[in-house]
């Protein structure tokens, strides 16, 4: 098994430093001649740095705590993260190489890989640091390329899967429904739909009810389940479903643009980490030596008129059902328009000038 550098359109395939110097035992799997990928898990180094860094590390736990620990235990496949990998570089020449006909060019050769036959390897306790993006500009470019480009694979390659012969029925079926319909599209749209549209129009239509089962008491055990992988932020958990939930808006808005292939579906943004900038400007103040000249804050440029429309229009929504006392949604509507209009103003993440 050998770590590749191969550069492609926008990203590269490398094993991490740290993972190297592990002293992780790859030469027992190299000596399996149809594995093609080991993936190592992702720890984050700034994961303490605000609260939108700790809510990205809880979703990001269970991508790998569950997700990635299912898909090798039991179809040998999962999603390249595009780094803290090594693949074999035969596998990937006999996949055709890299392509970049989409955005996610790690998880489509992901997938021709395992449409040749080869299986993928997960190790969970090898991990390899990894930064999360602090601002709230970065994420949401992140996120609109994460949603995005899986839905538009997934456009151009469901028919090649459907035909393929050499992998078994049943994994084709989990690649299909599983890994890409449910997890990368349907997932966004469900959530969206029906806590920011759905469940506040029913306060306005008064022969629609929605019981309080499927409102609360399963999207709750779910998203307790989902918060496993980070026990230590499960005080957090309340917040993070409305935050999951305004991010949603933008994910499904993705998907939509992904599988129609319009708009920005080839758009690439390069996620901003700031990594040590903050710490080198205060030891800079500390140290009296001159920092770079910062740019003027504009509070314009952080406005997101999306989410404050939808603000808008769930406070009208929780006032309708707070004067009419037909669901007591209310309080879950307010909460909701409070975190859309965080949102909408910019205020969260790392602030820093112009971002």
């Known amino acids: 098994m050998l770590s590749t550098a191969s ?27 149809d594995i093609a990928l080991v993936q190592a898990r992702w720890r984050f180094v700034n994961a303490n740095e605000c609260l939108l860094t700790r809510m990205q590390e809880m979703s990001l736990d269970y991508h790998f705590t569950v997700e990635q620990e299912v898909g090798s235990a039991t179809h040998a496949f999962f999603g390249f993260n595009g780094t803290a990998g090594v693949w074999r570089i035969a596998a990937i020449n006999d996949a055709g190489g890299w392509k970049d006909r989409t955005t996610v060019e790690d998880m489509d050769l992901a997938v021709r890989a395992s449409l040749r036959g080869w299986k993928f390897v997960y190790l969970g306790d090898l991990q390899v640091k990894s930064e999360l993006p602090s601002t709230f500009k970065a994420f949401r470019f992140q996120q609109h390329r994460w949603s995005c480009g ?13 035909r393929n012969k050499t992998v078994k029925f049943w994994k084709k079926v989990y690649v299909i429904y599983s890994f890409f319909f449910v997890r990368k599209i349907i997932a966004h749209m469900v959530t969206f739909c029906f806590y920011c549209v759905v469940l506040p129009l029913t306060i306005l239509v008064p022969e629609v009810k929605v019981p309080i ?64 900038t903050l710490q080198k400007a205060a030891d800079a103040k500390k140290s009296n030596t001159k ?62 000038p112009s971002s």
């Open 7 to 33: 550069m492609c359109a926008s990203s590269m395939l490398i094993s991490s430093p740290s993972l190297i110097s592990s002293g992780a035992p790859f030469h027992s799997w190299s000596t399996i001649p």
């Open 150 to 162: 899986p839905a538009n694979l997934f456009r151009k390659m469901v028919m090649e899967i459907v």
């Open 213 to 276: 089962w499927g409102a609360v008491y399963i999207p709750s055990v779910i998203t307790v389940l989902n918060s496993v992988g980070t026990p230590r932020s499960i005080h957090l958990l309340f917040y993070w479903i409305l935050f999951e939930n305004v991010m949603s808006l933008h994910r499904t808005k993705a998907a939509l643009i992904g599988l129609l292939e319009t708009g920005r579906v080839n758009e690439w943004v390069v996620t901003e980490k700031l990594g040590n």
């Open 291 to 352: 920092a770079p000249r910062k740019s003027r804050f504009r509070f314009t440029d952080r406005l997101n008129t999306l989410e404050l429309g939808f603000a808008a229009f769930l406070f009208l929504c929780g006032c309708f059902d707070f004067v009419n006392g037909k669901n007591n949604y209310f309080i879950y509507l307010w909460l909701q328009t409070v975190t859309f209009f965080i949102t909408g103003i910019g205020y969260v993440g790392t602030i820093i």
